[in-house]
């Protein structure tokens, strides 16, 4: 019996978790366990034939993840700076350059391979399909589907995330694999300060949005289209490098709830048991884990940056002091 079988095409997440939390742990386990290997050994195993269009495509991705810094810094630079509240990793070291690079360096074959898994997929998956867009009534009509099915890919990626998040921050994990991210307990840099992770934590990180994919095309049977995958990964991009900069910036619904807030991930820097979330902090108010930011709190002066040296003022002051004395 095919083990997708099993497994009801529920057409909304809330009832398929419900589903899936009825059976046993085991049991659970192996659903995944068969569901998930099949799509991934087809795409390493499928000979696929990549033209001009299809390597420009792949490299425009990597390129515009590599511009990410830059990007956001030009969109966001005349927003609200966050306070500076923790203390600023002024001076990046050697292991920091090393990290930095080697997870970089990590991009283009996730990207390889996450192309291969969309471009090998049945259309019941995932959808290339440009022209019916425009066809049927012009590309406005289906900004509801990718909003949707931008929503769906969120939500799945960030419960998995906060997951992986929380237990890197257990007691025997913490020390060996993310402690070296909490030492920057203001980050400034954007993209830099980002991806300056253990690489173990950078490869379960980055990976983990083709899983997201692979959990909403094989355990809640939805189709994805192809540009709703690509922006999820570049707005997945934008939203990590804003958690990492001081830019102050709040995305509501129409109602004035919140669905983003760059300070939320700042709290964590200083407050490491609260806020796991990547992207949205939906799981942590759920799970009692989420903080909110204090507009209250003491502002020291002498630890906000100097966004001209890219340094906090006391450093630069420092700096200035032992320079006269010489």
């Known amino acids: 019996m095919d083990i997708l079988s099993i497994i009801p095409p529920y057409t909304n997440i809330t009832s398929s978790i419900s589903y899936l939390s009825k059976q046993s742990l085991v049991d659970s386990f192996y659903i995944l366990n068969q569901t998930l290997s099949t799509p991934l050994t087809h795409v390493l195993n499928a000979k696929i034939h990549f033209d001009e269009g299809h390597v420009l495509w792949a490299l425009t991705i990597i390129f515009l993840l ?29 292991v920091d350059y090393v990290y930095i690079w080697f ?10 391979v996450l ?11 995932i959808s290339w399909d440009v022209e019916s867009l425009v066809t049927k009534g012009g590309w406005w009509r289906a900004i509801p589907m990718f ?18 998040h929380n237990f890197l921050h257990r007691k025997g994990i913490y020390e060996w ?17 980002a991806v300056n992770v253990h690489p173990v934590e950078f490869f379960l990180g980055e990976w983990n949005h083709l899983f997201a994919l692979i959990v909403l095309n094989y355990v809640f049977r939805r189709q994805l289209h192809v540009i709703s995958c690509v922006l999820f990964l570049g707005i997945g991009g934008v ?17 004035g709830a919140v669905i983003y807030d760059s300070k939320a991930h700042d709290v964590h820097h200083r407050k ?24 209250g709190e003491k502002v020291i002066e002498e630890m906000q940056i100097d966004y001209k040296t890219g340094r906090a003022l006391n450093c630069e002051s420092a700096a200035a002091a032992r320079k006269k004395k010489e």
């Open 177 to 193: 694999i993310h402690k070296h991210h909490h030492k920057q307990k203001a980050p400034s840099r954007g993209n830099t300060d």
């Open 66 to 94: 590599q511009m990410l810094a830059t990007i956001v810094h030009t969109i966001f630079f005349g927003y609200d700076r966050i306070p500076v509240r923790g203390k600023h990793l002024d001076y990046l070291g050697v």
């Open 147 to 164: 909003l949707l099915q931008l929503a769906m890919l969120f939500v799945v990626y960030d419960f998995f995330y906060s997951l992986l």
């Open 272 to 295: 490491p048991r609260s806020n796991f979330g990547q992207y949205i902090m939906l799981w942590d108010s759920i799970w009692g884990t989420f903080r909110s930011y204090e507009e």
């Open 103 to 112: 997870n970089k360096l990590q991009i283009p074959p996730f990207v390889y």
């Open 239 to 255: 939203l990590a490098t804003l958690n990492h900069t001081r830019y102050d910036v709040v995305v509501k619904w129409w109602n």
């Open 115 to 125: 192309y291969r898994y969309m471009y090998t997929r049945e259309e019941k998956f």
